[in-house]
């Protein structure tokens, strides 16, 4: 798909308490450059330093997602990136005066709501996707969480959570396209259970902490004096347990919002990929230390696919340029040392030809008998043959030249060929074409894989008079 990257219309600042810190904490979002991603800047440290929203940053999951690098940290990012991502945005800087963003009500709700006031503009960059085109998966047996990417035309997110519980069993949230994060999912608020809200009271880990930043839900029976404690901790005037097994702090946005704001997490999380995603995440379970793991496998699995050499496409129901009787009429080899079969693409820098390989190749009788391989020799001279194909197609009568080796540099075998596959050749020109001489790169790739490299150099000359 082609699109355009986003950025914010106006600068927007939204405020609010740390629920660890305690502390009030101001985040400014601000416009920024094309290619520029999601950066936080520390404007209350020396220097200011600037921290990219980047998986491999990720040290700290246990309330929340927290990233540090070179000594910067900031905490529980995962509720502004699911804004961010889900209001279709690419460019942001965040200034931030605190080493912890604002809980606000436990959703991205506020923010949303600030980005739709700031307006969104389009930028002239065009906006880069990775088209996931394998199953990718993050498991953990013993908690029994899974998180898998299926290969989709769209980025789509699916969460099951169960907690078996009275309270909160199982539960499941689907988002089948991003334009529906801000009505159906931002919203959301966190939750907890109160045995858990009791462990942080306890261990002054909510100094921010008011029964208005998440659902809590109580599923094992309390007294009225824990209620009136709980009440005297939030400054309430009354706590009491509500028949859905929830304390009366607030009502349910929806039935399943317990299973929304996993997957709004689960969305702020996977944003550290870095990158768009063309997808269908699966969730079984999800927490932000698993989330924050998948990320780093998405990331890396698209750094590798990104440094592997362009594969030529070629589509087998699309006419060759050249078959197999247009290279006889340009090149001079015959069976069985023709090893060429179609010259699917050539431009005015590189030419891309197919070979396929098969039982019958006569090579195949002593290498080896009981196990065939096609000699390197002889894929470096396919590969050949289809950059001299490209050479004689500058000239008129190509019939009346012949091509010779040179030179044969850097050759590299990395996987083996062998009958069934179908080698592509990919030969593209280091140095323009002069004085006969011909200077090219050449790939040779089984399906995804690359399996020959070499550099070659051939002349071409006049065959002989008789």
């Known amino acids: ?258 299973a929304r704001h996993k997957l709004l997490d689960v969305i702020g999380d996977l944003s550290l990929v870095g990158m768009r995603i063309q997808g269908h995440v699966i969730a079984s379970r999800p927490g932000h230390n698993a989330n924050t793991n998948f990320a780093r496998i998405i990331k890396h699995h698209i750094k590798n696919e990104l440094s592997q050499p362009a594969i030529p496409h070629y589509d087998l129901k699309k006419p060759p340029l050249y078959d197999i009787n247009d290279i006889r009429r340009i090149l001079p080899h015959r069976p069985p040392f023709l090893l060429v079969d179609k010259i699917l693409n050539m431009s005015d820098h590189d030419v891309v030809g197919l070979k396929n390989v098969t039982m019958n190749e006569g090579f195949f009788v002593g290498h080896f008998p009981d196990e065939p391989v096609m000699p390197g020799v002889l894929i470096v001279e396919a590969m050949a043959q289809t950059g001299g194909i490209f050479v004689l197609s500058s000239v008129p009568d190509p019939e009346n030249y012949i091509t010779y080796f040179m030179k044969i540099e850097n050759v590299r075998f990395r996987q083996k060929v062998v009958p069934g596959d179908t080698l592509i050749f990919h030969l593209e020109l280091i140095s323009p074409f002069r004085r006969g001489i011909s200077h090219m790169r050449g790939t040779a790739y089984v399906g995804n894989k690359v399996v020959t490299e070499a550099e070659l150099m051939a002349q071409i000359s006049k065959k002989p008079t008789s």
């Open 1 to 258: 798909m082609s699109e355009k990257q986003k950025t914010l219309k106006e600068t927007i600042t939204v405020s609010g308490a740390g629920l660890h810190t305690g502390q009030e904490v101001t985040l400014t979002f601000r416009p920024a450059p094309e290619n520029h991603g999601f950066k936080f800047r520390r404007i209350d440290l020396p220097g200011q330093p600037v921290i990219d929203a980047d998986a491999d940053y990720v040290v700290d999951t246990s309330r929340g997602t927290t990233i540090e690098h070179n000594g910067t940290r900031v905490s529980t990012i995962e509720h502004v990136l699911a804004a961010l991502t889900g209001m279709d945005l690419d460019n942001v800087l965040i200034d931030i005066d605190c080493t912890e963003t604002p809980i606000l009500d436990g959703s991205s709700r506020y923010y949303v709501e600030a980005i739709k006031k700031s307006g969104i503009v389009e930028q002239n960059a065009e906006r880069q996707y990775f088209k996931i085109t394998e199953i990718l998966r993050f498991s953990d047996p013993e908690k029994n969480i899974e998180l898998l990417i299926l290969p989709d035309d769209t980025y789509k997110v699916s969460v099951m959570i169960d907690y078996d519980t009275k309270v909160l069993g199982t539960q499941n949230a689907h988002l089948s396209h991003i334009s529906e994060f801000a009505e159906e999912i931002a919203n959301c608020r966190t939750f907890v259970f109160l045995h858990e809200l009791e462990y942080l009271i306890q261990n002054n880990l909510i100094k921010g902490g008011d029964l208005s930043n998440a659902i809590v839900f109580v599923n094992r029976l309390i007294a009225q004096d824990e209620l009136d404690r709980l009440a005297k901790f939030f400054n309430k005037p009354r706590v009491e347990v509500l028949k859905e097994g929830i304390l009366n702090n607030l009502e349910l946005h929806f039935a399943n919002e317990p």
